[in-house]
């Protein structure tokens, strides 16, 4: 048995959740709802305050399944009500973040400014010039778009200079040695 899989998700006060035919769970609480089609052959029921997942039998493909499905529908509850949000760093001279009303312009070393526009339901906050703050109800999402900055420029080993996440630690290396 999924040790994950097993365990209920509590729903708290003011979240209400839906399961439709073919696995549509719509989650919806105080930041928004999220919708999402589930694997079919999982059973997903809203007992009382808690959601329970169950699978048909303990083939491989369906112990797989159980833990996720249940995961993905506790990632919605867990969205609508307090919300993901990721914070990125940008190291190095000269390189930083503006923000002007959807738009996050990058300044990177390069020879033009990076410009993001936030993808429908995100939103990316300035805190100074150097901290970028990604912020929403989607957990996948806000990563996705976290990964997609980060990837503008990601740190490098040597000075640690680029994007990176607050809580990543850069794995640094020793640069060359010259002659005596």
Do not use: C, W
Not at 84 to 105: D, F, M, S
């Amino acid at each position: 048995m999924s040790r994950i899989g097993r365990m209920p998700i509590a729903i708290p006060a003011g979240v209400t959740v839906v399961v439709a035919e073919n696995n549509k769970v719509t989650v919806s609480g105080p930041k928004g709802t999220l919708e999402r089609v589930l694997p079919a052959e999982m059973k997903i029921t809203v007992e009382g305050s808690e959601v329970v997942v169950a699978r048909p039998n303990d083939l491989k493909k369906f112990k797989s399944l159980h833990g996720l499905t249940r995961t993905l529908v506790a990632n919605m509850v867990t969205g609508v009500t307090a919300g993901y949000e990721k914070v990125l760093e940008i190291n190095g001279v000269g390189y930083r973040a503006a923000k002007a009303g959807k738009e996050l312009t990058l300044t990177l070393g390069y020879s033009h400014p990076v410009i993001m526009i936030d993808p429908e339901g995100l939103e990316s906050v300035m805190d100074g010039q150097n901290k970028i703050t990604v912020k929403g109800i989607d957990k996948e999402k806000v990563g996705q778009y976290a990964a997609e900055i980060r990837a503008k420029r990601a740190p490098e080993p040597y000075k640690g200079k680029g994007i990176k996440y607050a809580d990543e630690v850069i794995r640094r290396k020793v640069g060359k040695t010259g002659k005596k």
